[in-house]
């Protein structure tokens, strides 16, 4: 009698197909899952942690490439500062990158320098790079009127070199906010004007409680 073999799933190219046999599911689904859509999001917990098990077990990598050009969509932003090391701008930063890697999205950071020429010439490469929306950080950039852009002011802590620790959470949760009002312009739930966060709007929340 012929003996027979499982085959080993490592072996072969992994692609979308393989995770759908692999637990059961459609490939559609497990896009969604992957791309954490609103379709995915729908998907009981127990199953999306399934899909994600079985992802790593075969070593399924995405094709990115792929999946722009079936979308017409890179799912990329790009963040713009003056100063990266700003120690407030970091922590925002950190919000930002988080809310938008646990929804899909790749986050570019690159500093503005104010030129004449910086729209023309700096914004256009950005834009032939597929950049959807854009978040400036204690600057205001002259963007087309239209494109999906946030805008935070940290006048008040332009001269900070650190901040409170009871602050760094604070922060944090605005550069989270800052990136669910660019993807909800950038995905039609919203109307695609400036959305503007200032600092000192949000002072009395990140006033510690007195214990």
């Not at 995405?62 to 979308?71: C, E, G, I, M």
């Not at 100063?83 to 950071?109: K, S």
């Not at 030129?115 to 490469?125: K, R, Y």
């Not at 660019?182 to 214990?211: D, K, M, N, V, Y």
């Amino acid at each position: 009698m012929k003996k027979t073999t499982r085959k080993n799933p490592r072996s072969e190219a992994v692609t979308l197909r393989t995770v759908a046999d692999y637990v059961g599911l459609a490939p559609c689904s497990i896009s969604a899952i992957l791309n954490n859509s609103a379709a995915g999001r729908s998907i009981p917990e127990h199953t999306r942690d399934r899909v994600r098990r079985a992802v790593l077990r075969l070593n399924y990598q995405p094709n990115y490439s792929a999946r722009s050009l079936r979308t017409k969509r890179t799912y990329t932003i790009a963040l713009l500062a003056t100063d990266i090391g700003h120690a407030p701008a970091a922590r925002i930063v950190a919000g930002v990158e988080t809310y938008l890697r646990r929804n899909g999205y790749c986050l570019l950071v690159t500093t503005y320098d104010a030129s004449p020429d910086w729209v023309q010439n700096h914004f256009m490469s950005l834009r032939q790079r597929g950049v959807e929306g854009v978040v400036t950080l204690g600057t205001r950039v002259p963007l087309p009127a239209g494109f999906p852009h946030v805008f935070v002011d940290l006048a008040p802590w332009n001269l900070a070199d650190a901040i409170p620790e009871f602050f760094q959470k604070k922060l944090d949760g605005l550069g989270q906010d800052c990136a669910q009002r660019l993807l909800r312009q950038i995905e039609g739930s919203s109307p695609r004007t400036s959305a503007e966060f200032f600092l000192p709007a949000h002072l009395p929340s990140l006033t510690p409680i007195a214990r």
